[in-house]
């Protein structure tokens, strides 16, 4: 499949809302199964691997699980090394990806998601996969410079 198969667009306002209600429920998640609000490879990692274990009949559905704890480690991605969402269209469909400098993707919800069938075990991917991301890619934010060398403009 070559570039041309490929269309990448920002978020609709329908898209924009499933990432919020997302994020929501993400945010549940991790307060459920990892108790705690604050999104971390870590504590995603955590969360997954507890309602993967949860055997409770009435446990949240893969969707659900796959879109809000996706969305959320997404968010952490951008935040934290910049990018910028956008919905891939292609021969496989549509999904959304997390498109950084030098055209790096990552698909968030795709990573979980596959990681959902019951004989699965890879269960601790969100840490390997920060880990795994090369700051020549993804580079940290540059630092803001200090009020006073602004003040003396240096």
Known sequence: MSDK????AGFSDRESAWAQE???????????YAGTSEVTPNALDTAFRRWKADEVAQRP?????????GILFGDYVIAHRGGDWRMQ??????????????KLKLF??????KRMAPDNEDIAFFEPIWASLPAAHLP?????VPWWRRLLGR
């Open 5 to 8: 198969d490929v269309a990448l």
């Open 140 to 144: 940290y934010p540059t630092p803001p």
């Open 108 to 113: 968030p919800v795709a990573s979980v998601s």
């Open 89 to 102: 269209t292609d021969a496989y469909g549509t999904d959304a990806v997390v498109v950084g400098p030098a």
């Open 61 to 69: 559905a893969d969707n659900v699980v796959a879109c809000g704890l």
């Open 22 to 32: 997302s994020r929501d429920l993400g945010r549940q998640l991790l307060t459920i």
